[in-house]
T-cell receptor
Framework: AQKVTQAQTEISVVEKEDVTLDCVYE???????LFWYKQPPSGELVFLIR??????QNEISGRYSWNFQKSTSSFNFTITASQVVDSAVYFC???????????FGGGTRLMVKP | GAGVSQSPSNKVTEKGKDVELRCDPI?????LYWYRQSLGQGLEFLIY????????KSGLPSDRFSAERTGGSVSTLTIQRTQQEDSAVYLC???????????????FGPGTRLTVL
């Protein structure tokens, strides 16, 4: 069975602080896909990034960066110099190669205060 | 181009009534997915379509739930004899297809908030 754990239910930071959102996953598959989605107050899930299990290269996109480590089954997400607009619930998700459903973590609510 | 759209955005109904929720996927996307988001259960997968076919219906919570897709495009999720525990946000997503690679990235709509009184 697949499982995604986001141990941090809620994080509060002050604007311009760096913040890391943790994601740990469990799967017996050797090929799988990991995702991060952002859910702002409007409710829509916005796709942020996808990572294949065979590609451990970390990625940076502007203020966002992702650290994928198969050895620890983690796919952590860092926001550098956070902004109020980053306030949202962030979900980590896992997809099997053979299946089509996304297994989501419980989400981390990030509050960035001015 | 346009994203995934869902209607209605909000639906309030009385216990025991039937409801229909609609999803319009991104144009050209052959795969369509339904999820439910509730406070107690988080984000749960319900069903997916490849074209008009739903190969796996095991995620539907009960036989009161059904879904169909016509013309490889619009999908309708129907809940019969609604119960209070059906109250949730129902999210629809679509992807280019179900193969490996970037094509199976799921893009979500804004959801339908269902409240059963």
């Amino acid at each position: 069975a697949q499982k995604v754990t986001q141990a941090q239910t809620e994080i509060s930071v002050v604007e311009k602080e760096d913040v890391t959102l943790d994601c740990v996953y469990e799967t017996r598959d050797t090929t799988y896909y990991l995702f991060w989605y952002k859910q702002p107050p409007s409710g829509e899930l916005v796709f942020l990034i996808r990572r294949n299990s065979f590609d451990e290269q970390n990625e940076i996109s502007g203020r966002y960066s992702w650290n994928f480590q198969k050895s620890t089954s983690s796919f952590n997400f860092t926001i550098t110099a956070s902004q109020v607009v980053d306030s949202a619930v962030y979900f980590c998700a896992l997809k099997r190669n053979a299946g089509n459903m996304l297994t989501f973590g419980g989400g981390t609510r990030l509050m960035v205060k001015p | 181009g346009a994203g995934v759209s869902q209607s209605p955005s909000n639906k309030v109904t009385e216990k025991g009534k039937d409801v229909e929720l609609r999803c319009d996927p991104i144009s050209g996307h052959t795969a369509l997915y339904w999820y439910r988001q509730s406070l107690g259960q988080g984000l749960e997968f319900l069903i997916y379509f490849q074209g008009n076919s739903a190969p796996d219906k095991s995620g539907l919570p009960s036989d009161r739930f059904s879904a169909e897709r016509t013309g490889g495009s619009v999908s309708t999720l129907t809940i019969q004899r609604t119960q209070q525990e059906d109250s949730a946000v129902y999210l629809c997503a679509s992807s280019l297809d179900i193969s490996g690679g970037l094509q199976n990235t799921q893009y979500f709509g804004p959801g339908t908030r269902l409240t059963v009184l």
